[in-house]
């Protein structure tokens, strides 16, 4: 199965593909760019395009598109999911959404992975996972709350993602470790996106919708 994987969850745009033949060509964003201002609608489809141009594909040759679906950034998330949405029905594709915090724990090499994303508004989204098995599922929360849980749950994970290093004092000070600043597992990857999507089923495309765990910051009237 070939499959193009994307991710917009946090301001940077993550493309790949992972070919039937385990090939894989990832077009993954730098971890700067998880500071930088979100640029999807430029960004995400000139880095689909590469990833399956240097895949040695053509759109037609696909079988699936993978998204991750957040928690993340609302208005990224929506760009991403539809996007996705948009391929699939173009092109007769399958469609599977994926966790983009499943996504970022994929990345975290150490026995309990704890993902977090910055949420705004002083929060992150966060998770917990021992490889494969999701002990605690998607949640948003202050970094103050997150390090409490894990201090009472006496775990000692390794977190990364945008919101670990944007509130790495706190969380280290209930007991997290953290990647340090500017390396890659920060940065959810799209490659992950598409393994785990292989293990997904293929979902109706208006089933596939931004998980974005709790409201937006700005509702339509």
């Known amino acids: 199965m070939n499959i193009l994987g994307l991710d917009t969850s946090t301001p940077a745009s993550a493309a790949a593909v992972l070919r039937g033949d385990g090939r894989a060509f990832a077009r ?3 971890p700067a760019e998880l500071t930088g201002r979100p640029a999807h609608s430029a960004e995400l489809m000139p880095r689909a395009a590469a990833a399956l141009a240097d895949a040695g594909l053509e759109w037609g040759q696909l079988d699936a ?22 391929l699939a029905a173009a092109h007769g594709l399958e469609l599977r959404p994926v ?12 026995p309990l992975a704890l ?18 098995e999701e002990l605690w599922p ?19 994970p390794l977190g990364a993602g945008n919101g670990s290093v944007r509130w790495a004092d ?24 598409c393994r785990l999507a292989l293990g997904t089923p293929a979902t109706p495309a208006e089933a596939v919708l931004p998980d974005y765990v709790r409201e937006p910051d700005v509702q339509a009237p």
């Open 138 to 156: 998607p949640f948003a929360a202050t970094p103050q709350a997150v390090a409490e849980r894990v201090r009472h749950g006496g775990h000692t």
């Open 170 to 193: 706190v969380l280290e000070a209930g007991g997290v470790r953290v990647v340090p600043a500017g390396q890659q597992a920060h940065v959810p990857s799209a490659m992950a996106i």
């Open 65 to 86: 598109v993978a998204v991750g679906v957040g928690p993340g950034a609302f208005t990224g998330l929506r760009i991403g999911v539809a996007t996705a949405r948009a």
């Open 28 to 30: 993954e964003p730098e």
């Open 99 to 110: 966790s983009s915090l499943a996504a970022l724990a994929a990345g975290i090499d150490a």
């Open 115 to 132: 993902p977090l994303i910055d949420a705004g508004r002083g929060e992150v989204f966060a998770a917990l996972y021992e490889g494969d």
